[in-house]
């Protein structure tokens, strides 16, 4: 904690439905009272709001901060805050981020990575821009230029030097994060990219479309190897994992090509508009299964080789077992605005919603 305002945003970890918390002066160094509003939302209830005010600053930079009624203020360190709703007997940790990068962008970040060695960061924005900085400092190293119009997502090879990234110019495009030059493109889709995977260590790329189709291609040529699947709905994400020993994952109609690496023994997951999370067989191309949600699927990811999670646009979280997808195993659903992505975590996970 440092001076000046250092906590433009809280994170929750909890996920629960204490939710849009903006405190942005109570940790400022300042000694006069910083306030911020918070509300309490449960599903089919009234939103309780309500607010937090500082009233003070010790001398080792831990805030006093009361809570307005319908709220309670529980443990206070230099890093988080523990605020409790008793009415509906839900609480959330909310926590100070390491730090905060406000110049990378000017408009809001719609997608970001971090490389696997944890120097660089990559992000696209609403400004319709994409970036890669230095993700101790924020300072900006490189711009890449050359999609045309939004660039919807980015993400870093598993080698950290080299970026692939989709957009509404149906491009899929793979940059050096050394000299911001773009050393392939991929062209195909017929409708904007939504979501992209990258298979074991990069030679083969995945991308999913507007026009309703996934496709895997081939790095080292600069081809599509074929169309995973056809949904005839847009498909909004889309996620690779290696499957449970124990799933059918059905049986190519055609030998696959030697160019194709690291499918064989791999569940491909499909976040679709239709309401429908799908899974399909990497290498096969056949469908696994097919669950209908209550709402357009928007993300998906793998807990392990037995469980997954797809997010919804209307706020529900799925978890489901790919052996038996019949009923999910569990159904989390704290507020209903939309699911936008969803991430594994050490035993847990982090997801992003939308307002």
């Excluded at 109570?26 to 306030?35: K, T, V």
């Excluded at 940059?175 to 074991?200: N, Q, R, Y």
Aim: charged fraction near 20%.
């Amino acid at each position: 904690v440092g001076a000046g305002l250092l906590l433009p945003f809280f994170w929750s970890r909890s996920l629960s439905s204490l939710s849009r918390t903006h405190l942005p002066a109570l940790y400022s160094r300042r000694r006069d009272e910083g306030e911020a509003w918070l509300s309490c939302r449960s599903p089919g209830e009234p939103t309780l709001y309500g607010s937090l005010t500082r009233r003070g600053l010790s001398t080792d930079g831990v805030p006093d901060i009361a809570a307005s009624e319908g709220f309670v203020v529980g443990e206070v360190t230099k890093k988080s805050i523990l605020i409790s709703c008793p009415h509906e007997n839900v609480s959330t940790k909310f926590l100070a981020p390491y730090t905060t990068f406000s110049r990378i962008h000017q408009k809001s970040v719609t997608c970001l990575d971090i490389s696997s060695g944890g120097g660089l960061g990559v992000s696209t924005s609403t400004d319709g821009t994409m970036k890669i900085w230095q993700a101790a400092n924020g300072e900006i190293r490189r711009l890449l230029e050359g999609h045309v119009s939004d660039v919807n997502c980015c993400r870093f090879f598993p080698s950290g030097l080299v970026v692939l990234s989709g957009g509404m110019d149906a491009q899929l495009k793979i940059w050096s994060a050394e000299d911001a030059s773009c050393v392939v493109t991929f062209k195909g889709h017929k409708g904007g990219i939504l979501d992209t995977a990258i298979v074991e260590r990069g030679r083969n790329v995945l991308s999913c479309s507007r026009d309703g189709s996934v496709r895997l291609w081939d790095c080292g040529k600069s081809t599509c190897l074929g169309t995973v699947a056809d949904c005839g709905a847009p498909v909004n994400g889309i996620a690779a994992g290696a499957a449970d020993c124990a799933l059918n994952l059905g049986t190519p109609e055609e030998p696959p090509s030697e160019r194709e690496v690291g499918t064989e023994g791999k569940l491909l997951l499909l976040a679709r508009e239709d309401k429908k999370l799908q899974g399909v067989g990497l290498q096969s191309r056949q469908p696994v299964f097919l669950f209908v949600g209550s709402d357009a699927f928007n993300c998906c990811t793998f807990l392990s080789s037995t469980y997954i999670l797809a997010g919804t646009q209307d706020g529900n979280i799925y978890q489901l077992d790919v052996r038996n997808t019949n009923a999910p195993i569990q159904v989390i659903h704290r507020s209903g605005a939309p699911v936008l992505s969803l991430l594994p975590y050490r035993d847990g996970f982090g997801a992003s919603q939308g307002k």
